[in-house]
């Protein structure tokens, strides 16, 4: 199943809203509960400024997923490129998440010059980490309660993938 792939605009802001408010989604990223349309009308507005670029996936024109690439303003930093990520529950496990980071990768190596992407995954969440792997990332280590989740310090998975290990790759 091929998506559209597109940048995100103000207007996705409720569907971003509705699949941020998923406890699924809520499990598995940094987001808190029950944001607001406005909210995410702000930060759409703000990405540009703060160096995020997002993007959103569409599945017969509705928004399923979204995968924001976040470039660091540190000049030592700026050939790292980190991303966040959600699928609505109701469109999981149909390649749609593979889809948004390939195209991730993608933007961010040829489009942004990056060097290296990077993410950080709740320990538990071992779909995505699986998902990761498969797509080439490596693990480099555990960050000991580095987030909160359900009222406790959790463990996460930081994870990377090099600029000379995803133009070496051939194709799946």
């Known amino acids: ?10 207007e996705d802001a409720a569907r971003l809203a509705e699949i941020y408010s998923q406890p699924a989604t809520q499990q598995n990223t940094l987001q808190l ?5 406005e909210l995410w009308e702000q930060k759409i507005i703000n990405y540009p ?5 997002g993007f959103v996936a569409e599945l017969d024109g509705l928004v399923v997923g979204n995968i ?27 390649g749609i998440a593979r889809q948004l980071i390939d195209f991730g990768l993608d933007y961010a190596f040829n489009w942004l010059a990056a060097q290296r992407v990077e993410l950080s995954v709740f320990t538990d969440n071992q779909a995505a980490i699986a998902l990761y792997q498969h797509l080439g990332f490596v693990v480099e280590g555990t960050q000991r309660q580095a987030a909160l989740k359900n009222g ?4 996460t998975i930081m994870m990377s993938k090099l ?3 995803y133009f ?4 799946t």
């Open 152 to 155: 406790r310090y959790q463990d």
């Open 33 to 37: 509960p029950c944001p607001s349309v």
């Open 68 to 94: 924001t690439l976040f470039t660091q303003k540190v000049v030592r930093l700026r050939h790292v490129v980190s991303f966040g990520i959600a699928v609505d529950s109701h469109y999981t496990r149909r």
């Open 49 to 53: 400024n703060l160096g995020h670029i």
């Open 1 to 10: 199943m091929s998506v559209n792939i597109r940048a995100v605009t103000r």
């Open 168 to 171: 070496c790759e051939v194709p």
């Open 163 to 165: 600029a000379s290990e």
